[in-house]
């Protein structure tokens, strides 16, 4: 399965961007992203579960951020809004299919199989 990321891109402070992930097959498990900003550690950043649509948010991301999925598309999406230098990072998306490893939670990078390249989200002040 290969997940491939677009959207990213350069915004001031308080504004917004969408991003989109497309996996050229179904996962049928759950989606997500995770984000990474020079010299830190891989941060979670917001997850789906694709049956049924709960969603799970990082700290930091809840009320701005937003993720959704088109299951007929095998895509998902983050809407970030309010945005804030601090949101700065490399966006990964993430995917697991059914009965893959362990049932980690949905905040643990173990529990995906499938990373994305990963797209570059740069925020001004």
């Known amino acids: 399965v290969q997940l491939v990321e677009s959207g990213g891109g350069l915004v001031q402070a308080g504004g917004s961007l969408r991003l989109s992930c497309t996996a050229s097959?179904?996962?049928?498990?759950?989606m997500g992203w995770f984000r990474q900003a020079p010299g830190k550690e891989r941060d979670f950043v917001a997850a789906i579960l694709l049956s049924g649509g709960s969603t799970y948010y990082g700290d930091s991301v809840k009320g701005r951020f937003t993720i959704s999925r088109d299951n007929a598309k095998n895509t998902v999406y983050l809407q970030m809004n309010n945005l804030k230098p601090e949101d700065t990072a490399v966006y990964y998306c993430v995917a697991r299919p059914p009965d893959y490893g362990l049932p980690y939670p949905l905040q643990s990078p173990r529990r995906y199989r499938y990373w994305g390249q990963g797209t570059q989200v740069t925020v001004s002040s």
């Open positions: 097959e179904r996962t049928d498990d759950s």
